[in-house]
């Protein structure tokens, strides 16, 4: 999964990338198009129009980035200057630094050893080890200049003894094949593994997130659920209700986008508590305002619960994306089932709740289920800080043990990577930053138009069903409910799916298909139930999908420093769109031949989300985030270059 460690600027423009050079490093390294394309917009130097990179300038880069052992730089600089011409090519760039953003375990072993073997005779020596480790430990002024000790000089002498006594039908030599050989054996032993997701860990984890979006899910849904009793409790008709909805969507277009850039800079976890803990204050309002004089309240209570609640989803999305790298799709499927199983729950559990008297209209029964949200969405604010905590608690936990057990290490990391920084693109802090690719504009046109049969439809589902297909009000309110909840069982098979085979813009296309094609047969179908079950599918199928995979399709095309602000304009963007789409189907319902009308206007509508991601598949291409699957997207872990570092072997200045 993207992170910021291959945090590129997206490239809409700049110099070409010749066709040949395109070629090899599409072929020779784990970058997508747009990543090379950035590092030839952005590699111009000082000097202004020349694509290259001289010694001096490089230098000033890793100067500037905190590093001054000279050895280092110098060695670095023989590594990426390929061709001793002097000077390092955009080409040669994207080459050198693919093993350390890109590199898989046997590449980043390679790129140690062309690091470590200094003399050029093709095999490491003890002597070559100790003096590159040494600058690697020391890279600024204020560290200690004490070296490396006699025991760690012995165990690399032994370490290499060893390796050339294993080496012995290739005569003895330490050569790249065996060093990477030896760096694989290694990291199959002492590597840290991904934990199991059923480890204790995992599975605390997972009950916790399933808590996340619950108490947004209930009141958000408890005016649609308990419409007839708000209409009794605040002296409101149909109108006063949609007032209620648009209160809801106006506060979704706000609070999202805030939610989105303050993640890009304090992360998901504090963000996702802040808005359920907003959730929390709009369920109260909502409960505590009790009739006609406090309807001020409940709109209060409304905007609240959209500004907090519209933001939930993706800030899930990026905590799931933190807790269980491995299993993002699985766990993006996970949560579309609870979520879309509370959705159809909470209209039949809020009106159990609100029926606790015998009047099917009673206040205290309506004030009851309000409450309940509340507390409902309380625990979700409470879930997601006991997260928060914990994951807190690891990141300490993990950091103070390297700091006391592996200073080396650190040492090592800081080094490797502040090197990875100095070289690599970095996203502006000016107005620039907000510039994102075309492609994510066409694919938040694409995600929204497969919320449409589940929201926007939605809302005209049950008078669609019983006036042009003869159903009943129960079995035409069954059916909405069902796409939910069909919806939510399909997310874990979709999730893992994704992960699999990628293709996640052909994929989007094809399932918006078949919601287009489900408003096709209400269109012209026969006026039967069968009809009504034939689109239900359909449209289960595209939401079971499309909301397991839409939001995750944001982070693979819009750059991961800036996932938050890419959230955030996508939901102005979606917003907008449905605000819109409600408003002018309810003026097509009304004209002639209305219901019929309406479903021709969402089949075009689904057509142009399925040409949007079209679109979105051609621009981003088949090397791109977007297309490849998860086990294909390569990024280099800190563990394999502490192994391919030999750090394991040398140990700490501390070890005895």
Known sequence: MPTENTALLDAEAGPDVPPNEMRKLLKETNFTEREIESYYKNAITEGGSDLVLSRSEFAKLCYDSGIRGAGM???????????????????????????????????VAGFFFDLYEVDGDGELSAAEIISVYSDMIHVSKSDPGVGLTSAQKERIVGWVDEQRELNKDRGGKLDKDAFVQSVRSMADEIGDKPPSLYSPRSLLFLFLTMWFEVGTSYTYFAVGALADRFKERYDITDAGIGQLTSAYFIAAIIGPFIAGVAMDSLGPGPVNMGATFIVFLGAVAQAYSDGPDMYWLLVVGRLLVG?????????????????????????????????????????????MWAANHSQVTDNAGTTFALWVCAVLSFLSFAAVSLCVFMLHQEKSAAAAAKAEAQADQAAIMKNIRALTRATTPEIPSDWTRWLLPVSFYFA???????????????????????????????????????????????????????????????????????????????????????????????????????????????????????????????????????????????????????????????????????????????????????????????????????IAALTSVIGSNKTK
């Open 444 to 642: 938040a046109v694409g995600i929204q138009a497969q919320y449409f049969c589940a929201l926007a439809f939605t809302s005209f589902s049950v008078q669609v069903y019983t006036n042009k297909f003869g159903t009943s009000a129960s079995f035409a309110s069954f059916a909405t409910g069902l796409i939910n909840l069909l919806a939510g069982l399909m997310g874990p098979i979709m999730g893992p799916l994704s992960d699999k085979y990628g293709k996640r813009a052909e994929s989007l296309a094809f399932f918006s298909a078949c919601a287009a094609v489900g408003f096709l047969v209400l269109a012209v179908g026969p006026s039967s139930e069968m009809t009504v079950w034939i689109a239900t599918v359909l449209f289960a199928f595209q939401y079971g999908f499309g909301d397991t995979v839409s939001y995750v399709s944001i982070r693979f095309i819009v750059d991961p420093s800036r996932t938050g602000i890419g959230y955030g304009i996508y939901s102005v963007i979606g917003n907008l769109i449905t605000t819109a789409v409600a408003i002018v189907a309810g003026i097509i319902i009304e004209g002639a031949n209305g219901l019929t009308n309406l479903c021709w206007f969402f089949f075009g509508l689904l057509i142009f989300g399925v040409l949007s991601w079209v679109i979105v598949a051609v621009l981003e291409g088949s090397r791109s985030l977007l297309a490849l699957p998860c086990e294909d997207i390569i990024e280099t872990s800190d563990d394999d270059l502490r």
């Open 307 to 351: 500004f907090g609640g519209d933001a939930a989803p993706f800030l899930t999305v990026e905590m799931l994306g933190r807790i269980f790298p491995d299993y993002l799709g699985l766990m993006a499927g996970i949560r579309n089932l609870v979520q879309s199983t509370n959705g159809f729950l909470s209209f039949i559990l809020l009106p």
């Open 73 to 107: 730089i110098e060695r670095m600089w023989d590594f990426m200057d390929k061709n001793n011409d002097g000077h390092v090519s955009p080409y040669e760039l994207v080459k050198g630094l693919s093993p350390l953003l890109r590199g898989t375990r046997e590449e």
